[in-house]
T-cell receptor
Framework: GAGVSQSPSNKVTEKGKDVELRCDPISGHTALYWYRQRLGQGLEFLIYFQGNSAPDKSGLPSDRFSAERTGESVSTLTIQRTQQEDSAVYLC??????????FGPGTRLTVL | EDQVTQSPEALRLQEGESSSLNCSYTVSGLRGLFWYRQDPGKGPEFLFTLYSAGEEKEKERLKATLTKKESFLHITAPKPEDSATYLCAVQGSSNDYKLSFGAGTTVTVRA
């Protein structure tokens, strides 16, 4: 079946602009996660959704970051007023709650 | 806070030369330990989940083992296509299901 998909695959933006990153989870997966992977570093947890509720937002780096999810479907991660330190690969994963997380291909964000 | 340390950072192997990767962890109540493979420019690909000390899982040339403090990923007679970064992650018993990742081990297998 179809895996997790993310769009765009690459995004180049100028400092100060807002960006939206999209994630389509595996059909039927109730849980959805966003992670960030900076160059040469491990994956860093950002936010977790169970359905369309986000019980854990502890990983969001600042109030410039926000995310929403429509039901048990698509999720959008929004970064406002982007900074150069936001440059990274943003990865989305989905799972049945608590089970193995399956990852999408990621969105590579470059902030100039 | 859950912590994961992987070693070595990089490993260069000759084709057929078996080796092991280490993942040391501290977690408050282990729900699961996960191994993923990541190729350049791609998302992590799931390999194994281990739940309790003593558990072992195998897939082709890969075998993962788990103790109370660490996990090993053994690569037997590797081939060039096994070249990738191998990521280890733990899931603790907190109410969310987030994974805490190590920085990974980059394996290069030369023909």
């Amino acid at each position: 079946g179809a895996g997790v998909s993310q769009s765009p695959s690459n995004k180049v933006t100028e400092k100060g602009k807002d960006v939206e990153l999209r994630c389509d989870p595996i059909s039927g997966h109730t849980a959805l996660y966003w992670y960030r992977q900076r160059l040469g570093q491990g994956l860093e947890f950002l936010i977790y959704f169970q359905g369309n509720s986000a019980p854990d937002k502890s990983g969001l780096p600042s109030d410039r970051f926000s995310a929403e999810r429509t039901g048990e479907s698509v999720s959008t991660l929004t970064i406002q007023r982007t900074q150069q330190e936001d440059s990274a690969v943003y990865l989305c994963a989905s799972s049945h709650a608590g089970d193995t997380q399956y990852f999408g291909p990621g969105t590579r964000l470059t902030v100039l | 806070e859950d912590q994961v340390t992987q070693s070595p950072e990089a490993l260069r192997l000759q084709e057929g030369e078996s080796s092991s990767l280490n993942c040391s962890y501290t977690v408050s109540g282990l729900r699961g330990l996960f191994w993923y493979r990541q190729d350049p420019g791609k998302g992590p690909e799931f390999l194994f989940t281990l739940y309790s000390a003593g558990e072992e899982k195998e897939k082709e040339r890969l075998k993962a083992t788990l103790t109370k403090k660490e996990s090993f990923l053994h690569i037997t007679a590797p081939k060039p296509e096994d070249s990738a970064t191998y990521l280890c992650a733990v899931q603790g018993s907190s109410n969310d299901y987030k994974l805490s990742f190590g920085a990974g081990t980059t394996v290069t297998v030369r023909a």
